[in-house]
């Protein structure tokens, strides 16, 4: 089978990018096209070594009959980035509210993302979510440590790194003088004022697809945006899948990530500050993380993945019927 898929931004580290990505490893047996919609970056090309990358500006009828796959996966396409229906089975894959270009059939990251498209929970199809690479020279301290390591991993855009963070980060290290902060993918330009709010105890990493390597050494991954609500949120998948304990914000597509025993939703600063004070213990701490990982690699794995999105595609295309040379 021949897959082509098509993602709005040049870059795995992105949402829609790492999707792309871990749904070409998901399904090996098959070819695969990658077309984005952007400039390409070169860590991105070399993530994809192995499938066809292409660099388009719109999504053409054309286009695609040149390649002649026999499924499209759409990443949030939005429609005026698609000049007409597909000559092949058209899958729209939503991972947030857009205008979303024409497709035979359309699927949500989430519940939540579901229920604002007027979709329900038989529309859903998680994300697949790959175990986070190791760093090299890697062994598990995180039972034999005293001192917490808490990081935050994201996109390193400013919109995702608000203002509003350092007030944050500053009453939760002032209660918990113990924790060492880490931060991925922080604008520069805030970084000084995180680590002053953090008393000195902040180290920054840049962004990169094996930056999530430090998820292995991080006892809990905090995230809090008091904007942004994030439709699925992958970060918090990929921290449980390397056993970091998610703490994060009560909304979105968290809320059907984090089963109770797995991590923790937080609704306020109080409600974050009391998540790490239930995690001090070792002896609490630890179970905490065995359970995520459980049950990240039998919900969000690769393997879970793939057998949904082929008795899905095994039950679509067998009701499609191929549209003629000319699109229409």
């Known amino acids: 089978m021949h897959i082509l898929q098509v993602a709005n931004v040049g870059r795995v580290t992105g949402g829609t990018g790492a999707c792309a990505w871990t749904i070409a490893h998901s399904l090996s047996a098959c070819r695969h096209t990658i077309a984005f919609l952007s400039r390409l970056d070169d860590e991105t090309r070399g993530a994809f070594a192995g499938s066809r990358v292409l660099q388009w500006k719109r999504v053409t009828a054309a286009a695609v009959r040149r390649l002649n796959p026999d499924v499209i996966i759409l990443h949030n396409t939005p429609a005026a980035s698609m000049d007409e229906r597909l000559p092949a089975f058209t899958l729209q894959y939503a991972h947030s509210r857009i205008d979303p270009a024409a497709a035979d059939v359309c699927v949500y990251c989430s519940r939540w993302l579901a229920e604002r498209y007027g979709g329900n929970m038989h529309d859903v199809l998680y994300q697949p979510v790959p175990r986070p690479p190791r760093i090299a020279g890697w062994h598990d301290e995180r039972p034999l440590r005293e001192r917490l390591v808490i990081g935050r991993l994201c996109t390193p855009t400013p919109r995702k790194w608000p203002d509003e963070l350092v007030p944050f980060y500053r009453m939760l290290a002032g209660r918990f003088r113990d924790v ?55 970060v918090a998948a990929e921290a449980m899948r390397a056993g970091c304990i998610p ?59 793939r057998e949904a999105l082929l008795e899905r595609l095994s039950a679509m295309l067998g009701r499609f019927q191929p549209r003629r040379g000319d699109g229409s």
């Open 247 to 305: 703490i994060v914000d009560g909304r979105g597509g968290f809320l059907e990530q984090i089963v109770p025993g797995c991590g923790f939703r937080c609704g306020s600063p109080p409600d974050f500050a009391a998540a790490i004070a239930a995690i001090t213990d070792p002896a609490d701490r630890w179970p905490i993380s065995r359970t995520a990982r459980a049950h990240a690699d039998e919900r969000f794995s690769p393997a879970a993945f």
């Open 180 to 234: 060492q902060w880490e931060f991925v993918g922080c604008p520069p330009a805030l970084q000084p004022r995180l680590q002053e709010a953090c008393g000195g105890r902040a180290t920054f990493h840049t962004a990169g697809w094996n930056a999530r390597g430090h998820l292995w050494r991080w006892d809990a991954l905090l995230y809090h945006h008091p904007h942004v609500t994030e439709s699925f949120g992958r």
